[in-house]
């Protein structure tokens, strides 16, 4: 937290966009995931997305759901995280997608995850991390967190015994009507 770009790097591509250059905290190499990050701008700059940045990262909570089956439906964990806090649904109104586990920086991760973004903002990536695009970098990272504290809320009500009972669909509803969130994804 007090120096995070030891172990960090920012990047710039090149207009040639085969090649970048290191532009805060030389010599750190970039992410072994960097051909997914160069493959999912591309396809947010070919696509006229006005989306500007991605984050990967490896949240403890998510990445715990995915060591479960259950969690790896994209559509029964989008539902259950966003029934167990109003804002995870306005922060993260278009869910969460999954993608089953391929080796890190491969392109088969990278060619799964641009199919998922397509409908999510939000990547999990099977026992491994996740990968979400924003507006900027604090839309990407508000879109994780949310999304993390719900799974955090989830495991918090499940470790006292019983399934958290979550918001109803019609409490989830209103959020989206009050919110005028997109309703790509019944609640």
Known sequence: ARDPMANGSIIRICEDCASYE??????????????????LHDYLIGSGSNYKASI??????????????EWLDAEHLTKTLWSMIPETLAFAP?????????????VKLADATLEQIKKYD?????KHGTVAVGTDV??????????CKAA?????AKSMGSEPDGMTDEAMKEVQDVFNLPKTRPC
């Not at 939000?122 to 099977?126: I, K, P, T, Y």
């Open 56 to 69: 990967h990262t490896h949240p403890t909570e998510l990445v715990a759901m995915s060591h479960s089956r």
């Open 138 to 147: 604090m839309d990407a990272f508000d879109q994780t967190d949310v999304l």
């Open 122 to 126: 939000v990547v999990l990536w099977e």
């Open 94 to 106: 278009l869910g969460i997608g999954v993608v089953p586990y391929e080796l890190p920086s491969s």
């Open 22 to 39: 290191i532009i805060a905290r030389q010599p750190v190499k970039p992410t072994s995931e960097l051909p997914s990050h160069l493959a």
């Open 152 to 156: 955090n809320i989830y495991m918090c």
